[in-house]
C-alpha cells in the first residue's frame, strides 16, 4: 500500500503529536498537512512515528497515541516574546493507520486545560491532510502559568462504525508561560574566588558566573546574550545564558593599577517595576525604576564617578544618571502605557562585581615585635598594595621553648573585606622563648619574623 493512500476506517490508529515553536502566528501554517491552503490536502509522508513521545493505548483496543514532548515547552507571555522565546507554538498532530500510513481526512479537536490569563488555539479542530497532520497554534495569555491541550476524535472499529464519539486520546505535556525578559533588579554576579594571585602573576583565572531572572524570578530565556567588561586584566566578552545562568572567565593581565577590578555585566531587558494588579505588564500609575547609563565603578563608591567608564548609550558624550521622570522601558506594556510614551526601547540590565588581584610580597603590618607570655596579638597580614592577600596565603609559627597557636591564620577565597588587611589572632603560651612567625602566598617568597617571647 502507497504510503498516501487514504484508507476511511481506522482499526488501528497511532497520532503523533508534535510540539514545534513558531516565531509569528501565520493562519496559513495551521492547515493539514503540508497544504497552504488551509483545507488538510497537504501532501503525504511515511508517517514520522521516529520521534520520541509517550504511547497509550486507546480504549476498545482500537490504536495507540503517542504524544511527544512538546518543543519548546516555554512560550513567552503576550507582548514578551522575544527572538529568544516566541510567543506561540504549534501542536501539530499525526493520524497513522496500523501500518503506519497517513491517514487523511480525520477529524481531530483540540482543547486548553487551563484558560487562565487568556491563551487561546487559533483553531479548535482540524481534519488531518494527505500527510495525516493537523494543526493548531496555541498563543499565550498574559498571566504566568502552565498549561496543556486536549487532542480528541472519534474511535472507530474495522468496519469504520463509531464506538465512541468525541474520546480524549491524548494530552501534551505543560507548556510554561513566563516573560522570560530580564529586569533591572533580576541580574546578580558571583565569582569562585575574589582574591586570587595575580598582581604578579599572569593568566591567574577566575570563573564569574551571571544569573539573571524576569519579574516572576523565574529564569530569563534561555540564549539570552550577556556582554562583560572590566577595568583591569582580560575578561571574555559574552556568555549566553542556559536555565538562567551563564559563566565567563576573567584572566589577570595589564594593566593593575591598584589590584581592583571591576567587571560590568550588561544585556537588555526591562525596567524592573510593582505589578499592582497581577497581569504580569506595566500599567500606567504603577511604580517603576529608571536606570542611567551602565558605568564600571572604579573609585568604589557605589556611583558614577568622573573618570569610571561608563557605555554612551545616549550618545551625548556625557554620562546621563537615572532620570526619575523617564518613560518605562522594556516590553510588556499595556495599550494605555504604550499610547503615554512607554515601552518605547528596552532597558539595560548591569550589575558590578568587584575583586582583587592581590600580591605575592606579603607582610605583617605593624611589624611584630617582642611580646610577654599568655599576649593575644593581632596581626594584620597584607599585600605590597595594602590588600588582602591572595587566597590559600598563610600565616605559620614556629616555636623555640615557647609556645603559640593562631586562629585563622588562612586566608580564605571569599574573605569579607578586598581592600584591607587579613587579621590573624595568636594566642602565646605560659612559656619564655622565641616564635618565628612566617606569611607566604601560594606562589610567593615567605616572609618571616623573629620575635622573642619574655
Same mark, same amino acid.
Given at each position: 500500500?502507497?504510503?498516501?493512500?487514504?484508507?476511511?476506517?481506522?482499526?488501528?490508529?497511532?497520532?503523533?503529536?508534535?510540539?514545534?515553536?513558531?516565531?509569528?502566528?501565520?493562519?496559513?501554517?495551521?492547515?493539514?498537512?503540508?497544504?497552504?491552503?488551509?483545507?488538510?490536502?497537504?501532501?503525504?509522508?511515511?508517517?514520522?512515528?521516529?520521534?520520541?513521545?509517550?504511547?497509550?493505548?486507546?480504549?476498545?483496543?482500537?490504536?495507540?497515541?503517542?504524544?511527544?514532548?512538546?518543543?519548546?515547552?516555554?512560550?513567552?507571555?503576550?507582548?514578551?516574546?522575544?527572538?529568544?522565546?516566541?510567543?506561540?507554538?504549534?501542536?501539530?498532530?499525526?493520524?497513522?493507520?496500523?501500518?503506519?500510513?497517513?491517514?487523511?481526512?480525520?477529524?481531530?479537536?483540540?482543547?486548553?486545560?487551563?484558560?487562565?490569563?487568556?491563551?487561546?488555539?487559533?483553531?479548535?479542530?482540524?481534519?488531518?491532510?494527505?500527510?495525516?497532520?493537523?494543526?493548531?497554534?496555541?498563543?499565550?495569555?498574559?498571566?504566568?502559568?502552565?498549561?496543556?491541550?486536549?487532542?480528541?476524535?472519534?474511535?472507530?472499529?474495522?468496519?469504520?462504525?463509531?464506538?465512541?464519539?468525541?474520546?480524549?486520546?491524548?494530552?501534551?505535556?505543560?507548556?510554561?508561560?513566563?516573560?522570560?525578559?530580564?529586569?533591572?533588579?533580576?541580574?546578580?554576579?558571583?565569582?569562585?574566588?575574589?582574591?586570587?594571585?595575580?598582581?604578579?602573576?599572569?593568566?591567574?583565572?577566575?570563573?564569574?558566573?551571571?544569573?539573571?531572572?524576569?519579574?516572576?524570578?523565574?529564569?530569563?530565556?534561555?540564549?539570552?546574550?550577556?556582554?562583560?567588561?572590566?577595568?583591569?586584566?582580560?575578561?571574555?566578552?559574552?556568555?549566553?545564558?542556559?536555565?538562567?545562568?551563564?559563566?565567563?572567565?576573567?584572566?589577570?593581565?595589564?594593566?593593575?593599577?591598584?589590584?581592583?577590578?571591576?567587571?560590568?555585566?550588561?544585556?537588555?531587558?526591562?525596567?524592573? $517595576? =510593582? /505589578? @499592582?494588579? !497581577?497581569?504580569?505588564? *506595566? #500599567?500606567? +500609575?504603577?511604580?517603576?525604576?529608571?536606570?542611567?547609563?551602565? $558605568? =564600571? /565603578? @572604579?573609585? !568604589?563608591?557605589?556611583? *558614577? #564617578?568622573? +573618570?569610571?567608564?561608563?557605555?554612551?548609550?545616549?550618545?551625548?558624550?556625557?554620562? @546621563?544618571?537615572?532620570?526619575?521622570?523617564?518613560?518605562?522601558?522594556?516590553?510588556?506594556?499595556?495599550?494605555?502605557?504604550?499610547?503615554?510614551?512607554?515601552?518605547?526601547?528596552?532597558?539595560?540590565?548591569?550589575?558590578?562585581?568587584?575583586?582583587?588581584?592581590?600580591?605575592?610580597?606579603?607582610?605583617?603590618?605593624?611589624?611584630?615585635?617582642?611580646?610577654?607570655?599568655?599576649?593575644?596579638?593581632?596581626?594584620?597580614?597584607?599585600?605590597?598594595?595594602?590588600?588582602?592577600?591572595?587566597?590559600?596565603?598563610?600565616?605559620?609559627?614556629?616555636?623555640?621553648?615557647?609556645?603559640?597557636?593562631?586562629?585563622?591564620?588562612?586566608?580564605?577565597?571569599?574573605?569579607?573585606?578586598?581592600?584591607?588587611?587579613?587579621?590573624?589572632?595568636?594566642?602565646?603560651?605560659?612559656?619564655?622563648?622565641?616564635?618565628?612567625?612566617?606569611?607566604?602566598?601560594?606562589?610567593?617568597?615567605?616572609?618571616?619574623?623573629?620575635?622573642?617571647?619574655?
Amino acid at each position: 500500500m502507497s504510503p498516501c493512500t487514504h484508507k476511511p476506517l481506522l482499526s488501528h490508529l497511532l497520532v503523533l503529536l508534535a510540539v514545534t515553536a513558531l516565531a509569528a502566528c501565520n493562519p496559513s501554517t495551521e492547515s493539514g498537512g503540508n497544504s497552504d491552503n488551509g483545507n488538510g490536502d497537504g501532501g503525504g509522508g511515511n508517517g514520522g512515528n521516529d520521534n520520541n513521545g509517550d504511547l497509550v493505548e486507546l480504549d476498545y483496543g482500537v490504536g495507540f497515541v503517542l504524544v511527544m514532548d512538546p518543543a519548546p515547552n516555554q512560550i513567552a507571555l503576550r507582548g514578551y516574546g522575544t527572538g529568544q522565546i516566541p510567543e506561540t507554538t504549534r501542536l501539530a498532530v499525526q493520524v497513522l493507520d496500523n501500518d503506519l500510513n497517513p491517514v487523511a481526512g480525520h477529524d481531530v479537536s483540540f482543547a486548553i486545560t487551563d484558560s487562565t490569563g487568556g491563551p487561546e488555539l487559533t483553531r479548535d479542530s482540524a481534519t488531518t491532510g494527505s500527510d495525516g497532520s493537523a494543526s493548531t497554534i496555541l498563543r499565550s495569555g498574559t498571566v504566568q502559568g502552565t498549561t496543556q491541550v486536549e487532542v480528541s476524535m472519534d474511535l472507530l472499529d474495522s468496519n469504520g462504525n463509531v464506538i465512541e464519539q468525541d474520546v480524549h486520546v491524548a494530552t501534551t505535556q505543560p507548556v510554561s508561560m513566563h516573560t522570560a525578559a530580564p529586569v533591572t533588579d533580576g541580574m546578580s554576579l558571583s565569582a569562585d574566588v575574589f582574591n586570587p594571585e595575580g598582581y604578579d602573576y599572569n593568566g591567574i583565572p577566575v570563573q564569574v558566573t551571571v544569573h539573571l531572572g524576569d519579574i516572576h524570578r523565574n529564569p530569563v530565556a534561555d540564549g539570552t546574550q550577556v556582554n562583560f567588561l572590566a577595568s583591569t586584566g582580560l575578561v571574555d566578552p559574552v556568555c549566553t545564558t542556559d536555565n538562567g545562568a551563564c559563566t565567563i572567565e576573567w584572566r589577570s593581565a595589564h594593566p593593575r593599577g591598584d589590584g581592583r577590578v571591576d567587571i560590568l555585566a550588561r544585556t537588555n531587558g526591562n525596567d524592573a $517595576f =510593582v /505589578d @499592582t494588579n !497581577g497581569n504580569s505588564r *506595566f #500599567d500606567l +500609575g504603577e511604580s517603576y525604576e529608571p536606570q542611567g547609563e551602565p $558605568f =564600571v /565603578d @572604579t573609585e !568604589g563608591t557605589g556611583q *558614577f #564617578d568622573p +573618570g569610571d567608564f561608563f557605555w554612551d548609550l545616549s550618545g551625548t558624550g556625557d554620562y @546621563t544618571p537615572a532620570d526619575p521622570g523617564a518613560h518605562y522601558k522594556g516590553i510588556g506594556c499595556t495599550e494605555d502605557a504604550l499610547e503615554h510614551g512607554h515601552c518605547d526601547e528596552r532597558a539595560v540590565v548591569f550589575n558590578n562585581i568587584v575583586l582583587v588581584a592581590s600580591g605575592s610580597d606579603l607582610r605583617l603590618d605593624p611589624e611584630p615585635t617582642d611580646v610577654s607570655v599568655s599576649d593575644t596579638v593581632i596581626y594584620q597580614m597584607v599585600d605590597q598594595n595594602g590588600n588582602v592577600p591572595p587566597a590559600g596565603s598563610d600565616l605559620s609559627i614556629n616555636c623555640t621553648d615557647a609556645s603559640a597557636t593562631a586562629l585563622d591564620s588562612e586566608v580564605p577565597e571569599r574573605p569579607g573585606a578586598l581592600f584591607g588587611p587579613w587579621p590573624v589572632v595568636i594566642n602565646y603560651g605560659d612559656d619564655p622563648g622565641s616564635c618565628t612567625l612566617e606569611v607566604q602566598s601560594p606562589n610567593g617568597l615567605p616572609q618571616r619574623y623573629t620575635i622573642s617571647v619574655n
